[in-house]
């Protein structure tokens, strides 16, 4: 009686990590080619020093606004054009999307600073590896799962926490939250790992290129054509 509850309890995210182990390769070489373009080709880590001096000069505005777009506009454009967002929920869904991924990119950004503090900069795998189980297996779990969980529900429900709370009901939230879990870890572990190899200016830039791209590829491979909120539910648990 137990495992089978068990199986079920964990069969939806094991069916989402195996969905994602593809698409999660996929961005990680991707980041993985950045990250060494950075360190290894003088016009690439040029650019990308430019763009690492716009974040340090605009620090947690260059954050709100840079993940709003990448996390938020560029996805929601797509699955507008493919006609995944119902009507009549265009201009309300937008600004969900906008003032979520705003506020998400300075949570994400204090969570950056906050691990040097206690990490340190350095480039070395014991210091690496912390910042990454500090992400995906404390912040991620205890924090950011539960609460994006929640506010695309209330999205879901038409901004309605009653249809939160009848959602809830038919599914718990920790439920809900380990499922999503395990389509995270399998893409954003290694990528994290990788993002903080870069210096702290350009820690959000790659994060954010990742969560677009992530965004995109979730946005065409998901079986529901016309589920909004499925490509964003497990994006960006970080």
Not at 163 to 173: A, I, T, V, W
Request: glycine share 8%; proline share 5%; with cysteine.
């Amino acid at each position: 009686m137990f495992e089978s509850k068990l199986r079920a309890f964990v069969s939806p995210g094991l069916r989402g990590l195996r969905r994602n182990v593809v698409p999660g390769l996929v961005l990680q070489v991707c980041a993985l080619v950045i990250v060494l373009g950075y360190y290894f080709v003088p016009a690439f880590h040029s650019t990308l020093n430019a763009v690492g001096g716009i974040k340090a000069r605009y620090g947690y505005f260059y954050s709100a606004v840079s993940t709003a777009v990448f996390g938020g506009v560029i996805p929601f454009l797509v699955l507008l054009l493919t006609r995944r967002v119902p009507k009549g929920r265009v201009w309300a869904g937008l600004a969900f999307y906008v003032v979520f991924w705003m506020w998400k990119g300075v949570e994400v950004d204090a969570l950056y600073r906050y691990q040097v503090l206690l990490f340190g900069n350095e480039v070395t795998f014991g210091t690496v590896a912390a910042k990454a189980c500090v992400d995906q297996f404390a912040y991620n779990p205890l924090w950011a799962g539960p609460t994006q969980v929640i506010f695309f529900l209330w999205k879901d429900a038409n901004f309605s926490w009653t249809g939160l709370k009848r959602q809830l009901e038919q599914e718990s939230l920790l439920h809900r939250v380990v499922v999503v879990l395990f389509s995270t870890w399998v893409v954003w572990l290694p990528a994290v790992s990788i993002v903080y190899t870069l210096p702290s200016a350009l820690q959000i830039p790659l994060s954010n290129l990742v969560l677009c791209f992530w965004c995109l590829l979730l946005s065409f491979i998901s079986r529901s054509g016309t589920e909004e909120s499925e490509p964003q539910r497990a994006t960006s648990l970080r």
